[in-house]
Nanobody
Framework: QLQLVESGGGLVQPGGSLRLSCAAS????????IGWFRQAPGKEREGVSC????????SYADSVKGRFTISRDNTDNTVYLQMNGLKPEDTAVYYC????????????????????WGQGTQVTVSS
């Protein structure tokens, strides 16, 4: 079965950290740009971060710059999102998605036609 599986979400206090993982099953991520997206209750899905297939020049939403870091390990077929300095407004379901078109990382547009989406992992930031 060809799919992306996110993991690593949970409940964390403000200022805390989490590392999300996006693992591919049934296909290789080598040729795909991978984006992280999030959707909070009552809000539209938004782009958070993106990394090209080569791992170069990752992009970030302004709201997470300096706090989140995206990386990939093609030998493990996994992309990571390290989230530090978490804030209550980071609370959302986080999704990863894959697309061969590397240009997706310019805008991190959640409304493109991605080849694969994960099922999401809940991140809750609360004291």
């Amino acid at each position: 079965q060809l799919q992306l599986v996110e993991s690593g979400g949970g409940l964390v206090q403000p200022g805390g950290s989490l590392r999300l993982s996006c693992a591919a099953s049934g296909f290789t991520l080598d040729y795909y740009a991978i984006g992280w997206f999030r959707q909070a209750p009552g809000k539209e899905r938004e782009g958070v971060s993106c990394i090209s297939s080569s791992g170069g020049a990752p992009s970030y939403a302004d709201s997470v710059k300096g706090r989140f870091t995206i990386s990939r390990d093609n030998t493990d077929n996994t992309v990571y999102l390290q989230m530090n300095g978490l804030k209550p407004e980071d609370t959302a379901v986080y999704y990863c998605a894959a697309l061969r078109d590397q240009a997706m990382c310019v805008t991190i547009d959640p409304f493109l036609s991605y080849d694969y989406w994960g099922q999401g992992t809940q991140v809750t930031v609360s004291s």
